[in-house]
């Protein structure tokens, strides 16, 4: 992958993240790559993440589109989407623009509101993370009918449905006791959020499936919410549908760990385990 032009996206109202982006600009011209502030266009090779995994996820559906691969580099707090940690980032860079560089290809959620007759009521909206509806604060349970293509699933009594990615397994979903899913993995992972009945465990779909989901009985302050912002507010007769999108995520893989390093990182698997090598005597059995 030849790296010729690339994007900086900064996080927002943070003077501290606009000056390393600043300084980024600047190491990249000296390699002889152009290099643009808050610009996502066509035709760019790489789109660099300054911030935490907030700043990907707005970008995320716009970068999938045009195709361009993204690399987050973590200036916020938690970091499962922008992988590398700040004091790695010009190692990790360099690599990049040596074509030592693995990409992955995240699955998107393409979610859209209609209406009884099927007819869009809003513009498609694009998750890379989950598409979530959920009660009012101070409202009672929802109830909640759920198909996967025209295969009724359930009526969740509940105070909300996840409609998860396996990126997204590791956020609200795994909040809500839903399970980890590899990221390689393409798959919809549907996960109530606390069930009035705890027999309501979290379904594992596959990628082609369509979820639809929909109110059993009127709600008031039914909130719609995509990668964590409010598109809608779900009324009687409407549907949410779900599905895969067209167009993945191309995310640039951290060089210097893998998934699970970041998973025990991140979720303080095992606390100071730095990780096992497979035994040798193991390794020809894997390979037969």
């Not at 300054?50 to 580099?73: K, N, W």
């Not at 604060?137 to 909300?160: F, H, I, M, Q």
């Not at 980890?180 to 798959?187: D, N």
């Amino acid at each position: 992958m030849k790296i010729r032009r690339v994007g900086i996206i900064i996080r927002k109202d943070s003077p501290t993240v606009r000056q390393v982006g600043l300084k980024l600009a600047e190491w990249f011209g000296q390699r002889g790559v152009q290099a643009a502030l808050d610009q996502i266009e066509p035709g760019m090779d790489m789109l660099t993440i300054l911030g935490g995994d907030g700043t990907l996820l707005h970008v995320a559906d716009q970068a999938a589109r045009l195709e361009i691969p993204v690399i987050g580099i973590n200036l916020g707090n938690l970091g499962f989407l922008t992988e590398v940690a700040a004091e790695e980032m010009h190692p990790a860079l360099e690599e990049v623009l040596a074509g030592r560089v693995q990409i992955e290809e995240r699955m998107m959620l393409r979610t859209q509101l209609v209406d009884s007759c099927g007819t869009p009521l809003d513009r498609p909206r694009f998750a890379l993370n989950e598409a979530v509806i959920l009660k009012g604060s101070t409202e009672p349970l929802l109830r909640l009918c759920c198909w996967a293509d025209e295969d009724y699933v359930a009526t969740y009594k509940a105070d909300g449905l996840i409609i998860s990615t396996p990126t997204g397994s590791t956020a609200y979903n795994l909040s809500a006791g839903g399970p980890i899913a590899h990221s390689g993995l393409h798959a919809i992972l549907l996960t109530p959020i606390c069930p009035f009945m705890l027999e309501s465990r979290p379904v594992l779909l596959p990628p082609q499936a369509k979820v639809t989901a929909r109110l059993a009985q009127p709600a008031e302050r039914v909130k719609v919410m995509v990668d964590g912002v409010l598109t809608a507010v779900l009324q009687d007769g409407q549907f949410l549908t779900a599905e895969a999108a067209t167009k993945p995520l191309r995310l640039i893989s951290s060089p210097h760990k893998g998934y699970f390093a970041i998973l025990r990182s991140k979720l303080n698997w095992a606390s100071c385990d730095c990780g096992q090598p497979l035994p040798e005597a193991a390794a020809p059995r894997l390979l037969r």
